[in-house]
């Protein structure tokens, strides 16, 4: 197995990074991290709106397990990571956004921005991966961080003969969608100190934020974020026909008439509410091919929920099953 070909993370949200961080941690220094948007970071995402920030994807960690802990603690000493609110049960929050936290996870590895795979294929020394731009990369182990079901896309092909079993766990993965309103204000809004609001909200909405109060803004922005359910049922609406009803259904919280701007924010796979409990998947084929991802949640995990900490754990856990089958 040659040295000269690099091991490949397809996904660069907290799954693929984490992994990328752990293999690094044990030694192995040719590993690429493609990327298909902009930003390493997935749903750990920030938009800028003229001098203000919005997070619109996750908002806050929360932790259970100890690992996840320690990871935490370590960037509240860097000071990138703080407490934001929840007395007994904390919500942490990244000092400058959930995007700019990704990018320094990222910060010392080599990353492959809007560069998206599009075909895996095994060649002598691994696989062979194609690109939308129609390059090819060289691997000698590949993990899959994108989620579930557009992994299994690029599972899915003769060339690979990945078993069924394989394909239909990945099938029993269910992501429900999230519509995310981002709105630029011209005043303070009357959320709670903390700029988060997520009780005692009318159907459908199940979160507001204001990220001056949060203090990632330097201008009053607001998300607001969807149930699943109400995303689902509105989800090929048009956007403008979008954000009217998400004005029209938290009109009491927040006042639309000092809204400057107004954007829509749709994530097709936002939140697996039917999930794994294997932190990944081996493909066994004869070069490494993993599959993980926040769907995938410990065996342990007390949660029964997917989010940035079951991300953490997939990551760590394929990164350090991929050092064993590499030895
Ligand atoms: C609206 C919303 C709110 C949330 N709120 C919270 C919260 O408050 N707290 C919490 O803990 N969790 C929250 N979550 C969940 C949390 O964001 C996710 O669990 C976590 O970020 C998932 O990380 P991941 O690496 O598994 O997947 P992702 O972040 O989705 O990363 C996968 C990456 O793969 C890339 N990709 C896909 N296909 C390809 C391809 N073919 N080639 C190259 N790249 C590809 C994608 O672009 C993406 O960047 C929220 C999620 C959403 C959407």
């Given at each position: 197995m040659s040295d000269q070909v690099p091991i490949v993370i397809i996904g660069g949200g907290l799954s693929g990074i984490m992994a990328a961080r752990k293999l690094k941690e044990k030694g192995y220094q040719d590993i690429i991290l493609v990327e298909k948007s902009r930003s390493v970071g997935g749903r750990m995402a920030t938009r800028r709106i003229e001098k203000g920030k919005i997070?619109?994807?996750?908002?806050f960690f929360t932790v259970r397990t100890e690992k996840f802990q320690a990871f935490v603690d370590e960037w509240i000493e860097n000071a990138n990571v703080k407490h934001w609110f929840g007395d007994d049960y904390y919500r942490y929050m990244s000092v400058d956004g959930m995007n700019a936290f990704a990018k320094k996870l990222a910060e010392d590895i080599s990353v492959r921005l809007q560069t998206r795979i599009t075909e895996i294929k095994k060649n002598t020394t691994g696989y062979i991966l194609t690109t939308d731009e129609g390059e090819a990369i060289n691997a000698r182990a590949v993990i899959v961080t994108a989620p579930a079901p557009q992994a299994k896309t690029l599972l899915e092909n003769d060339n690979l003969k990945v078993d069924t079993k394989v394909l239909q766990k990945l099938d029993e993965i269910v992501f429900q969608p999230c519509l995310v309103g981002l709105f630029q204000m011209q005043q303070p809004t009357n959320l709670p100190n903390s700029g988060h609001l997520d009780s005692e909200l009318p159907e459908g909405v199940m979160r507001l934020v204001d990220h001056e109060k949060k203090g990632i803004s330097e201008i009053p922005t607001v998300s607001v974020y969807m149930t699943g359910e109400w995303s689902k049922a509105h989800y090929q609406l048009g956007d403008e026909a979008v954000l009217e009803k998400i004005k029209q259904v938290t009109s009491a919280y927040i006042d639309f008439d000092s809204a400057l701007s107004s954007q829509l924010k749709k994530w097709r796979y936002a939140e697996a509410v039917q999930f794994l409990r294997q932190p990944f998947l081996n493909t066994n084929q004869e070069y490494p091919l993993l599959v993980a991802g926040d769907a995938f949640l410990h065996s342990q995990d007390p949660a029964n929920r997917t989010r940035l900490e079951s991300a953490f754990v997939s990551g760590i856990t394929v990164g350090g099953e991929l050092v064993k089958l590499l030895k």
């Open positions: 997070d619109h994807g996750a908002q």
